[in-house]
């Protein structure tokens, strides 16, 4: 923050307290200035400014912090997501964690909320893995083609022999909690004794956990 008040201003907010400042009003780049010079002076020299500094306004400004935390945080139900069940627009389990962590703040100390929400957000993910299908679709051979051109007689061959390929569309990110309806998924589009290939599409998914790399490989050498 001094380097970049000194140079011109501040190119990225990735200071909270360059973040409230803006929201109070401060958009001067002398303000930005004054509160890298105030920062680094509390890091560098350790002076106890927190002793000079009136108790009624850094109350103010926390309060102010705070309440900016708890407006956005119960207003963000406007920006998540939702889904139908039984009719009903619900929001998304997210907004649920979110109030839960403000909550837990009234009565027990933050890092208790903060580990709370982290843990019910790693649950929230793991459910939502093992709940969503990672397979989009199931295509045989003969019924798709590659976007390559390939001449007439490659494909009358497909057309005829088509059907001894099977192709799975995976999607969302695979980890060890969809790792059980993958593998079912496997078996049942090898049961058929035509199907003699197997061809998994990666495009929809965006990551892979080493534990799901390893179930596939070992469904891999339970078909083969």
């Known amino acids: 923050s001094l ?42 020299f ?10 009624w306004f850094l109350g103010g400004l926390f309060m102010n912090t705070g309440w900016s935390f708890l407006r956005k945080t119960l207003l963000s139900y406007q920006t998540l997501t ?3 069940w039984r009719g009903l627009h619900l929001v998304s389990p997210q907004y649920g964690i979110s109030t839960c962590c403000v909550v837990m703040a009234l009565y027990f100390s933050p890092t208790t909320s903060i580990m709370a929400g982290l843990c019910l957000s790693i649950l929230l993910f ?7 299908s990672p ?3 199931v295509v045989d051979g003969q019924h798709v083609v590659s976007r390559t051109k390939r001449p007439w007689w490659e ?15 995976l999607q969302g990110q695979l980890f060890f909690g969809s790792m059980l309806q993958l593998t079912a998924n496997l078996e049942a589009a ?9 061809i998994l599409s990666y495009g929809r998914v965006p990551f892979i956990d080493p534990s ?4 596939i490989k070992l469904a891999q050498d339970k078909m083969t």
Do not use: W
Not at 46 to 55: L, M, N, T
Not at 155 to 169: K, Q
Not at 190 to 198: G, N
């Open 3 to 44: 380097f970049l008040g000194c140079t011109g201003g501040n190119l990225v907010f990735h200071k909270f307290s360059v973040i409230q400042l803006r929201e109070d009003g401060g958009t001067h780049r002398v303000a930005v200035l004054t509160i890298a010079l105030v920062a680094g002076n509390l890091f560098v």
């Open 46 to 55: 350790g002076c106890p400014i927190g002793a000079y500094v009136p108790k």
């Open 82 to 84: 939702t889904f139908n």
């Open 126 to 132: 793991v459910l939502d893995g093992m709940t969503t």
């Open 135 to 137: 397979l989009s679709s």
């Open 155 to 169: 494909m009358n061959v497909l057309a005829a022999e088509g059907d001894r390929i099977r192709l799975l569309y």
């Open 190 to 198: 090898a049961a058929d004794s035509r199907i003699e290939f197997v």
């Open 212 to 215: 799901a790399a390893e179930n």
